[in-house]
């Protein structure tokens, strides 16, 4: 529907029949010249407001997946740039060149469902997922992960739940209740601690011992307790 907000009133409704589009729209963006809207099961439709019609991403897409099949649930435009949060991880389409592709988070590539996208003022990319918080640098197309051990209680975050406040702080909702923290307060610990041995644990048919190490002491098994 197209709506002016000043008066309160319906102006027209485009149809998406000529589709067959049965799945819900789960996110709205507009950039540009164009509005774009996310479906559960139906790919992404593009809007031209200056033409008024509506057209699916397939159509425009020079390369790239139109998504159809996967749930796509949250859109962020960034300038000449649509992120994109799917079932199947994140995307980035240039609407310049209508060029979309799948964007490299690392190990955390395929096992990823990406519910929410925000953007800070620094540029970093946070993501809600099923399975813990995502941030992604798109200079260096860096990949952060943060779940439970880093402090989260709440790791399966909801579509469409976030929000940056005035502090800069990010709230993101999940099933387990509300998750808030300040990024800027975030610090890596980038040095690597290093591991000492103190005890061994031997294991054989005849029972289990322990044997303690000294330093840099070498210790020497026989053959039946390798």
Do not use: C
């Not at 601690?193 to 002491?217: A, L, M, Q, W």
Request: net charge negative; no cysteine.
């Amino acid at each position: 529907h197209l709506a002016d907000a000043k008066q309160g009133v319906i102006l027209k409704q485009f149809s998406l029949e000529q589709w067959n589009m049965k799945s819900i729209i789960q996110d709205i963006a507009l950039l540009g010249d164009y509005v774009f809207m996310a479906t559960e099961s139906d790919g992404i439709f593009v809007f031209d407001k200056v033409n008024r019609l509506i057209t699916s991403l397939k159509e425009r897409l020079t390369i790239g997946d139109d998504l159809f099949g996967t749930p796509v649930w949250d859109l962020l435009a960034d300038g000449k740039t649509l992120w994109i949060g799917t079932k199947s991880g994140l995307y980035r389409l240039d609407t310049e060149t209508w060029k979309q592709e799948k964007v490299d988070l690392g190990p955390h590539n395929e096992d990823k469902v990406v519910f929410s996208v925000e953007q800070l003022p620094d540029g970093l990319l946070w993501m809600g997922t099923e399975n813990g918080l995502l941030s992604y640098e798109k200079a260096s197309g860096q990949a952060s992960f943060y779940d439970t051990n880093d402090g989260l209680n709440n790791t399966e975050f909801n579509r469409n739940s976030v929000l940056e406040t005035e502090s800069g702080r990010l709230w993101l909702g999940g099933v387990s209740g509300i998750t808030v923290f300040d990024p800027n307060e975030i610090r890596k610990n980038t040095k690597i601690p290093p591991v000492y041995i103190r005890e061994v644990e031997v294991i054989t048919s005849e029972g289990t011992s322990h044997i303690k190490i000294n330093g840099d002491e070498p210790i020497s098994l026989p053959w039946h307790k390798n």
